[in-house]
């Protein structure tokens, strides 16, 4: 008797916070949403519809990586609902991983096909990385003002990748654009990230003599 108590109250618990939680979310109050799904997820945390909610108010709070880190957590609990891949397509689209963010939001649609949100957010994925593989062939042909363009439309800097594991700032620095560097580093490119063959942006540069992206 005492241990069914103690669950119905923690259920409760859970209940509670979760109610909490999604009115704070309705009204933008992303950060005290988050905390009460935390307390709602410490009461019942094998609960994926919390770890899915907790997901949608920390990719509203720019926390992408938190996000997608309880988006995956939502599908392992709950391996067929379309929700838990619509939260972790986002958070992905977030991150700029907008390949892997294709995929994700497929087998969603494979969970629910014909839902309305996913197949608009899938439209839109696509079209933002074909938007990315173009900021990547800018930075390839050093056209530094196209460069700037598309990361002023919210473009991802690491957005696009090439089979060789080139991103657009690697392409920059190997053609020793210091501004389109410049600007993609400021845009939250990766600044350690390197090709297939273990190249990173620093080594390109000084193997092109390309003394102004070094500095």
């Known amino acids: 008797a005492g241990g069914r108590k103690k669950l119905l109250a923690l259920r409760k618990m859970s209940d509670d916070h979760k ?3 999604n009115a704070a979310f309705k009204e933008g109050r992303f950060n005290e949403a988050a905390t009460h799904f935390t307390a709602a997820i410490a009461a019942d945390p094998s609960n994926a ?6 997901s ?6 720019g926390r992408y990586e ?3 880190a309880d988006a995956e957590r939502a599908t392992a609990l709950r ?8 939260r972790k397509g986002a958070a992905l689209y977030g991150l700029g991983r907008y390949a892997e963010a294709i995929t994700t939001y497929e087998a969603g649609l494979r969970a629910e096909p014909g839902n309305a949100q996913m197949t608009q957010a899938l439209r839109d994925v696509h079209a933002r990385l074909q938007a990315a593989r173009g900021l990547f062939e800018a930075a390839s042909e050093g056209a530094t003002a196209r460069v700037r363009a598309a990361l002023a439309a919210g473009v991802h800097p690491d957005g696009y990748e090439a089979d060789d594991g080139q991103t ?4 920059a620095a190997r053609l020793g654009d210091a501004e389109a560097v410049e600007a993609l580093l400021a845009a939250g490119a990766r600044a350690g ?8 942006a620093a080594a390109l540069a000084k193997k092109g003599g390309h003394d102004a992206v070094l500095k």
């Open 19 to 21: 109610a909490a939680g």
């Open 49 to 54: 519809v919390l770890f899915s909610n907790r």
């Open 56 to 61: 949608g108010a920390l990719a509203s709070l």
């Open 66 to 68: 938190e996000a997608l």
């Open 79 to 86: 391996p067929d609902w379309a929700k838990g891949f619509s």
């Open 168 to 171: 657009a700032l690697l392409a």
């Open 193 to 200: 990230a390197r090709t297939r063959a273990g190249e990173s």
